[in-house]
């Protein structure tokens, strides 16, 4: 079971990247005033990424 315990938080430290770079992404986007992305709220945005 220690194999399954080291795959589970191998795999919930690649989800937590990603998510991270999802994030870092869209900041990077809005401080660039990229205009795919001004048109959307900010903090929802960044809280939908965060959420999925």
Known sequence: TLDRDNQRLHKN???SEKKARRIKGANSLFDLGNE????YDKEELLRILGDN
């Open 36 to 39: 795919r992305v001004s048109k």
């Open 13 to 15: 430290s690649r989800i």
